[in-house]
């Protein structure tokens, strides 16, 4: 699919940003005063940032707020949903701490897990695709929930946390794309099947449906040679997961601490322009472009 450079900073941003309020919420770190003001700030300056970058990718951003309606059958509408509350959650949670220097410790609690929730419902706006057999499979919400604990602890300054979570995190996504690369061939869908023709014998694409482009072309067919990949996916474990956790187990220094966060940001980017850039809609049998 087209990785669109919006969404990339959405899933990438949002992520980071509700993962750090969740080790806020649970009371990992426990500031005061302008202390926790900085820490909601920039908290809140991603988990916000980053819905806000989504809505680019809109064709009418003035409509998103329609989509809240639609939580009783959409993703999306429940991404929207659980953003809100959990926002709101711990927002107050927040001004206990920053205003009044106590910690309400259920507020948080809830704030944490529906921050949690934010990430889970992103991730399943993709897992439950079946027109897209890479990302319908348990280890696409697993990966977005652990990149959110991983990073949220590495921003949080959770050393031991985030280097056993950043470790996994990159085990469990070599399996992901191990296990994905398959995933479309297993699914058993063909050009016999995306076409409607498979009663009458092998099908082949002799020319496209039509002679220009179209939003089908445009938004779901996207290729990316596989030595651009196998490069790609090295920088992403390089940059997301290693580097990170070499600097993490290094003597402390705030500048390490600084390139860890840099350098997990980047890969993580790296990672997210991979997930869509390799996630082939069935859609491209149809055109010839599988």
């Known amino acids: 699919m087209h990785p669109a450079n919006s969404v990339i900073l959405f899933n990438t941003f949002s992520g980071l940003g509700f993962g750090l309020l969740f080790w806020l919420g649970m009371g990992v770190i426990v500031p005061t005063g302008t202390s926790a003001f900085i820490w909601f700030a920039i908290a809140y300056l991603f988990a916000v940032g980053g819905l806000i970058a989504s809505t680019f990718h809109l064709g009418h951003p003035e409509r998103a707020i329609k989509a809240f309606s639609q939580w009783k059958t959409s993703w999306l509408s429940r991404e929207g949903v659980c953003a809100v509350f959990a926002l709101i959650v711990m927002a107050i949670y927040g001004a206990g701490l920053v205003f009044a220097g106590a910690r309400l410790g259920i507020t948080g609690f809830i704030g944490a897990i529906a921050s949690l929730g934010v990430v889970f419902t992103t991730s399943m706006i993709y897992t439950q ?99 651009h990949v196998e490069k790609l996916r090295i920088i992403t474990i390089g940059l997301a997961f290693l580097l990170p956790v070499v600097l993490l187990i290094l003597p402390f220094s705030h500048v390490f601490a600084a390139l860890a966060v840099v350098s997990h940001i980047a890969g993580v980017l790296t990672l997210r322009w991979l997930f869509f850039a390799q996630a082939e809609h069935v859609v491209g049998l149809y055109y010839g472009k599988r």
Not at 134 to 151: F, I, K, N, Q, V
Not at 178 to 194: H, I, L, P, V, W
Not at 213 to 227: A, C, D, P, S, W
């Open 129 to 227: 695709m079946k027109t897209v057999p890479r990302w319908r499979h348990w280890t696409t919400p697993a990966m977005y929930l652990m990149l959110s604990l991983g990073g949220g602890a590495l921003l949080a300054g959770q050393i031991k946390i985030a280097a056993v979570l950043l470790i996994a995190g990159g085990i469990l996504q070599m399996f992901a794309w191990g296990s994905g690369d398959t995933r479309f061939k297993a699914s058993g869908t063909t050009m016999e099947s995306a076409t409607g023709l498979g009663h009458i014998g092998t099908v082949r694409a002799f020319e496209p449906p039509h002679t220009g482009t179209n939003y089908l072309m445009r938004e779901f067919i996207h290729q990316v040679g596989r030595k």
